[in-house]
């Protein structure tokens, strides 16, 4: 799997847009756009990105969330490249409304859907066991603040991903986080419930 941030550098206010391809660009990869931000010099870098001789430049595109720095771009990217769009809730442009625990391909890759509400109810996250990669939208991963209140599905959602092995994550804004992620969201999680 190779992971490209077509928004990284970007002087619009947007959030990360991941293309996902497979690692050999082969036919049966899914080149696949994880949030789709706002930022219109994305339909440049995509245009020009390594997607693989005789792939579709974007066959599917996953939010992780509605929110519009995630879906802005996504009347463009749809009338372009026709990929199929996938979200967990329906909304305008959406074909695919994902489901817990679903498993989608991504580049070459197999991501499990979890549904991890606190940002927003439509919230999810995209975790490969195999990759040990996690995208999290803006799922916030580690709490802070002893004197903070949080919804109980919330906290399931953190604790569901602590049966995973993640050194990877690829958030909805900023760098990707390396390390045992798994390890630092458990702590998190005990520190809170102290």
């Keep these: 799997m190779k992971v490209v941030n077509l928004t990284e550098g970007s002087p619009t206010y947007t959030s990360n ?15 696949t756009l994880v949030d789709v931000g706002r930022d219109p010099g994305l339909l440049e870098r995509l245009e020009c990105a390594d997607v693989g001789v005789g792939q579709r430049r974007l066959a599917q595109v996953i939010l992780t969330h509605g ?21 967990f809730m329906p909304f305008e442009g959406v ?4 489901k817990v625990g679903e498993v989608v391909k991504m580049g070459d890759s197999w991501f499990e859907v979890l549904h991890i509400p606190g940002h927003s ?3 999810i996250c995209l975790v490969s066991a195999h990759d040990k990669v996690l995208f999290s939208g803006d799922t916030a991963l580690l709490i802070r603040g002893a004197d903070a209140t949080h919804e109980a599905p919330y906290l399931d959602g ?3 991903l602590t049966r995973y092995d ?7 804004h900023g760098p990707p986080l390396q390390g045992d992620i798994t390890r630092q969201i458990a ?7 102290r």
């Design 166 to 172: 993640i050194r990877t994550v690829y958030p909805g």
């Design 121 to 123: 109810q439509d919230s």
């Design 67 to 87: 929110h519009y720095d995630h879906a802005s771009l996504l009347p463009e990217l749809t009338a372009r490249y026709q990929p199929t769009v996938c979200a």
């Design 17 to 31: 847009a991941y293309l996902v391809t497979g690692s050999w660009n082969r036919l049966v990869d899914v080149n």
């Design 187 to 193: 702590a998190s999680l005990a520190e809170f419930r």
């Design 158 to 160: 953190l604790a569901d």
């Design 95 to 98: 074909h695919r409304v994902l």
